[in-house]
DNA sequence: ACGTTTGCGCTTTAGC
DNA sequence: GCTAAAGCGCAAACGT
């Protein structure tokens, strides 16, 4: 009986992940699509994934890590900071 | 001119493909949300996620794969694999 | 001064810990041309890594794990059971 | 026979790999030790970790890349490339 | 100690 | 088909 139940509350987690599963493996098809449109045109597919890996970044914790990410460059001689 | 519009149809991608990605973290997101909600019930995350990658091979690929198992486990001298 | 010597320390560290950096991807490079030589001798490499995944676990553990997902698989009507 | 060999020879194969997995689980541990180390006489633990990662970019892949990049950002507004 | 967040390894998929 | 990369899950680490 509470066994019953849960049961049924377990089959209907299974159900509802899944459902959110097959939703994410479609939206990746979404964006292999476009990719691949895009590419028909003559763009370069990884140089636009590093595009989109770099404006992923929060620009301002970017810009907050790099102070301290400065000083320790510059401190170990490693050279121009930031200079990539 | 022709580059101004390519550029606009670049544009257009990475806006398009940043949409489908923020939609494809909101899905993980409800992900996490529904195997938090079924911890919360005393139900074991691991042992789902166990159950849902079963349920999503073949079927007949799982028995291949589980019979592969067995047999290396057995062979190495483990303890029992039906017990697991 | 007592800045300079600061830097030389942590430079020493950083030293210390891109060698050990090193030798881990020395050893995953390692690991990678057993199981490919493993592969080359018929052997299934996925298999292998759920075998070897098993043994990491301790044993007692690893039975519960395989009790519970049996019981979720059961509870959710899928057809046999087990893996990990 | 045959069969026996083989037995054998997995799993050797799986001593191998769990000697291999042993040694880079001490490395982890050996990385561990220097960064706390480091923490106790005041060094900023994410930051070298960050730096790390920069050290560990090989430079001419990176700049390499730069030029597409720059030019796609550029094309599409995002703003002063390489800001970070 | 807990929850959140970051890094690490594995798996799978894309590109050559 | 193989090598290289991205996504994903897991675990340790950091802060509260």
Redesign the interface.
Same mark, same amino acid.
């Given at each position: 009986m509470g066994h019953n139940a849960?049961?049924e509350? &377990?089959?209907a987690?299974?159900e509802? =992940? $899944?459902r959110? =599963?097959e $939703?994410?493996k479609g +939206?990746?098809d979404? =964006?292999r699509d476009?990719?691949t $449109?895009?590419k028909s $045109?003559g763009?370069?597919v990884p /140089?636009?994934r /590093? *595009? &989109?890996r770099?404006?992923? #970044?929060a620009?301002e914790k970017? #810009?907050e890590?790099?102070a301290? +990410?400065d &000083?320790? *460059?510059t /401190?170990?001689?490693?050279g121009a900071p930031?200079e990539?």
């Amino acid at each position: 009986m509470g066994h019953n139940a849960s049961h049924e509350r &377990l089959t209907a987690y299974f159900e509802r =992940i $899944e459902r959110l =599963i097959e $939703e994410r493996k479609g +939206i990746n098809d979404d =964006i292999r699509d476009v990719l691949t $449109e895009a590419k028909s $045109e003559g763009f370069d597919v990884p /140089a636009m994934r /590093a *595009v &989109l890996r770099q404006r992923a #970044m929060a620009p301002e914790k970017r #810009m907050e890590q790099f102070a301290l +990410i400065d &000083l320790y *460059v510059t /401190a170990t001689g490693m050279g121009a900071p930031r200079e990539a």
